[in-house]
């Protein structure tokens, strides 16, 4: 039965994603322990799980890990060419998942990835030797579009009837920005509170200006890993690796803050990206760099001994804490003022909804689905 079947391929394409996120991991150097951890959180973090509703959406991310693996391979130069070959296979099969706009991010950021892992923070010798590497992932990645064509090519051949054709318009492709005070969520997950009951009664952060749902802007990995990832940045933000992680993370970060950030308005004119919306999907690849980060922490704190015990005593404890006082905090509030908060989130809510139905003149005060 069809509703069987998808629960097949998401379960299939969940497993594809722990083992991917374990296989990139033993391939930076991390444990098994912090492998295993790694794919779990991985496979159920936020911006994936949320994205069940969008299964073809949920299936291309899950080729992620293996796409980081192969690159990683590539760049530690062991029989660099099979590994071009294993990339391109993975992008491939991410671009026949059914939905163009992770592919795209896909290539832009995974190439962004091996330039700071080859060139910019690198331990590699001569610049002559760097650049095999960026050039084996470019064209690992032509390769994959190329055997997506089966499934490109008639996707091209669709688009070309619809109004997308020309490119969007700039309200349009920002659809799905992530507010800059959004990215609390991927600490606090229910900060905000809930989704409404219906269509019409969105999660108000995303009414608030966003315009897409929830599912759009949720990118917790847990607090484990978030704890993880807070203490690597502070203790290890010499690693190379790390600082990887953190260019990585803080680019598509501001990428998916949309028309409220700087780099939407530039690189939304990018081939590909020109076509598509909702900039907030670029939080998959915060969620990769918070849980590569925090696989690193695991493996720091379990094998630093008396050093890294030391610093941890003296950098992180007390932020640590303070954080961990700040989600008690936070719960308990929203918690007691439950009721009063709802009523005002409705109220901004509705208000917002409103205006929006107004604007697109398809308001009908007896069809408002508010009550």
Known sequence: ?????????????????????????????????????????????????????????FAAGAWVPLELWAIEKIIAGRRPMFFASALAGASGFQWLSGHPQIPVLSAYCLAFYCLLRAAVFTEMPPARTRARPILLTAAGLAAGFAMGMVQILPLFDVAAQSWRSQGTTSEFAATGSLPPWGALLGAFPALYGTEGPSDGAKFWLSAAGGGGGSWELHFYTGALFVSLAFFAVVRFHRDALVKTYIGLAAVCLLYAFGKWGPLFPILRHLPGLAHLRVPARALLFVDVALIGLGALAIDRLRGGGAVVSSLWRRTARIPLFCLLALWVGSWAGVRAADSSLTDLIGRHTEKSERKHLETNRIYDADSVLWR
Request: with cysteine; charged share 5%.
């Open 1 to 57: 039965a069809g509703t069987r079947a998808v629960g097949v391929w998401l379960y299939l394409h969940s497993l594809l994603a722990a083992y991917g996120m374990v296989a990139y991991c033993r391939s930076v150097g991390r444990s098994k322990m912090a492998s295993l951890l790694a794919g779990a959180a991985y496979s159920m973090c936020g911006i994936s799980v949320m994205h069940v509703v969008w299964p073809n959406i």
